[in-house]
């Protein structure tokens, strides 16, 4: 079972910036496709941001489009997140998730039940 360790939440001020970084155990990092999520008090979880097993394919949601950034490197069996122009609505949990089963190398994973593994979360507060 992989584990997903997910760092580098905290309390930003609007406008600011904040990378958080997904340590995962297992020895076939560079076969995962990968993700973030992001729940809210009262909200339903939302859909951040994934990257393709290969690391060639993004895809965000639309109301981080243009601000945040996934990437993954393989050496360090990383996946980062970097938020910025972060605002007081970003504020949620935000979780780390993989898979080793995607139905290709270039798909990226848009849906909470696509993904086999789930880190604890992250707390992000913004400020305004």
């Known amino acids: 079972q992989v584990q997903l360790v997910e760092s580098g939440g905290g309390l930003v001020q609007a406008g600011g910036s904040l990378r958080l970084s997904c340590a995962a155990s297992?020895?076939?990092?560079?076969?995962?496709?990968m993700g973030w999520f992001r729940q809210a008090p009262g909200k339903e979880r939302e859909f951040v941001a994934g990257i393709s097993w290969s690391g060639g394919n993004t895809d965000y949601g639309d109301s981080v489009k243009g601000r945040f950034t996934i990437s993954k490197d393989n050496a360090k069996n990383t996946a980062y997140l970097q938020m910025n122009s972060l605002k007081p609505e970003d504020t949620a949990v935000y979780y780390c998730?993989?898979?080793?089963?995607?139905?290709?190398?270039?798909?990226?994973?848009?849906?909470?039940?696509?993904?086999?593994?789930w880190g604890q979360g992250t707390q992000v507060t913004v400020s305004s």
């Open positions: 998730v993989s898979t080793r089963r995607p139905p290709s190398t270039v798909a990226v994973l848009t849906v909470a039940s696509e993904y086999d593994n």
């Open positions: 297992g020895r076939t990092f560079s076969r995962y496709a």
